[in-house]
């Protein structure tokens, strides 16, 4: 089965660390898609939750620089 997790994401202003957040995040095993929207600070990752799960996905985005908090 397949997730899908959405983040708040604050301080990304360029779409060069939108690409490195999503790059980031699709290097944990498990995930499908990442992709983030700077316009609306958020970051939409559809995943495996038996592989990963959202507070790791969290954890990554956060270890790209950004302060990160799940919406749903
Ligand atoms: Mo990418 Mo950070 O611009 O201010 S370098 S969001």
């Known amino acids: 089965?397949?997730?899908?997790?959405l983040f708040s994401v604050t301080g990304i202003t360029c779409s060069?660390?939108?690409a490195s957040i999503?790059?980031?995040v699709k290097r944990l095993?498990?995930?499908r898609e990442a992709v983030v929207d700077v316009l609306n600070n958020r970051a939409q990752v559809l995943?495996?939750?038996?592989?990963?799960?959202?507070?790791?996905?969290?954890?990554?985005?956060e270890d790209a620089g950004?302060?990160?908090t799940l919406i749903k």
């Open 22 to 24: 999503e790059k980031a």
């Open 1 to 5: 089965t397949i997730a899908n997790a």
């Open 29 to 31: 095993s498990g995930i």
């Open 47 to 61: 995943y495996y939750p038996s592989f990963v799960n959202e507070d790791s996905i969290r954890e990554a985005i």
């Open 66 to 68: 950004f302060e990160a």
């Open 16 to 18: 060069a660390c939108a």
